[in-house]
Structure formats: structure tokens, C-alpha cells
């Protein structure tokens, strides 16, 4: 099960230098663009999940998630990869999912010990950090506290915490919040 922490991060040089000082390699960089699509039997806004058309350019490969939001932080993903997004966004279309909107950005993965940090410049959002783990449903509460602990070696105030992606469908426009 992944167990994360997302935070707006407004220090980004600072956090990416920090996160060199303490040995965190890197794992890949990229440009991802993720698109959001709602369901045509229910409204998923306004669930604990969603859809995901993700397109990786660095890769040259997408994929397609659904995301089952399970606790603060806590995720149940199912995920598959997809060789021609193109035709799998026209079937999406054709039965009736909505995009909701998109998401550009430059994603920096980091791994550090157990965890997984991921630095996101989001095209006219802003940047933001995720740190995640694994672990089983008896270890959330512990995971979560050393996620946050790492958030704040890091230089990520607590009041920069944020979990979900909000849409604005009208503009399309996503914010993380």
C-alpha cells in the first residue's frame, strides 16, 4: 500500500540541495502530462477516487490509473501501461469520461532510504514534493510520522501540507490543495 505526503514547496532549490546533502540519488527525471477523467455513472469528484491518463515523454510511454483514496495519504493504485494513449483516450471519449483537466509538469524522483521523493515544477500551478512509502495497513501511522519528519529535514513547513488535486472544471485548470 502507498502511504505519502504531498506538500506545496515553495523553497524547491533549497529542498533539491537538501536532499543531495543527505545522499538522496536520483532515480529519473521527466516531463509528465497527467490528464483527469471523470466517470459517466458517477461523479468522482466527489469520491475518494480518480482517473488517470499519464503520458511520459522521457519514456515515451503512458499509462492509465485508477486511484482508490483509502485514508489521508493512503492509496489502493491499479495501474496499467498503455502503448497507444491516443486510441485509449478516443474510447474514453466515445463512452462518455470527461477530462476534467490537465496537468504539466517536470517531475525529479529522489530515493532515500525506504521512501521515494518526488519533486514536481507543475506548469502554472507552482512546485510541490511528495514523499511515500510502503507499507501494510499497521504501518500507516508510523510511515506517515517518518514522512513527515523528512518533510521537515527538508525545509517543507507543516503548513504546506496538502493531499488532493482539486479541479476547476469550467477552466479545466488543477490545483493541488
Not at 14 to 19: A, R
Not at 56 to 84: C, L, P, Q, R, W
Not at 94 to 105: H, Q, S, V
Not at 117 to 135: A, M, P, Q, R, Y
Request: hydrophobic share 35%; charged share 35%.
Amino acid at each position: 500500500m502507498e502511504i505519502e505526503i504531498k506538500a506545496k514547496c515553495t523553497n524547491y532549490p533549497i529542498v533539491e540541495n537538501n536532499l543531495r546533502k543527505l545522499n538522496a540519488t536520483i532515480k529519473k527525471e521527466s516531463r509528465q502530462v497527467d490528464e483527469y477523467y471523470n466517470a459517466p455513472t458517477r461523479d468522482i469528484r466527489k469520491t475518494n477516487e480518480y482517473l488517470r491518463l499519464r503520458y511520459n515523454f522521457s519514456e515515451n510511454k503512458g499509462t492509465f490509473a485508477y486511484h482508490i483514496n483509502i485514508a489521508d495519504g493512503v492509496n489502493d493504485e491499479t495501474e496499467v501501461d498503455i502503448s497507444d494513449i491516443e486510441k485509449l483516450r478516443k474510447i474514453l471519449v466515445a463512452f462518455g469520461f470527461e477530462l476534467l483537466g490537465k496537468i504539466d509538469k517536470h517531475r525529479k524522483k529522489f530515493l532515500l532510504n525506504e521512501f521515494v521523493i518526488t519533486l514536481d515544477n507543475v506548469k502554472d500551478i507552482g512546485s510541490f514534493i511528495e514523499v511515500e512509502g510502503d507499507g501494510t495497513e499497521a504501518e500507516i501511522k508510523m510511515i506517515k510520522s517518518k514522512c513527515l519528519e523528512l518533510l521537515e529535514t527538508l525545509g517543507v513547513p507543516k503548513e504546506n501540507q496538502c493531499n488532493i488535486w482539486l479541479c476547476d472544471i469550467a477552466t479545466g485548470k488543477m490545483e493541488l490543495k
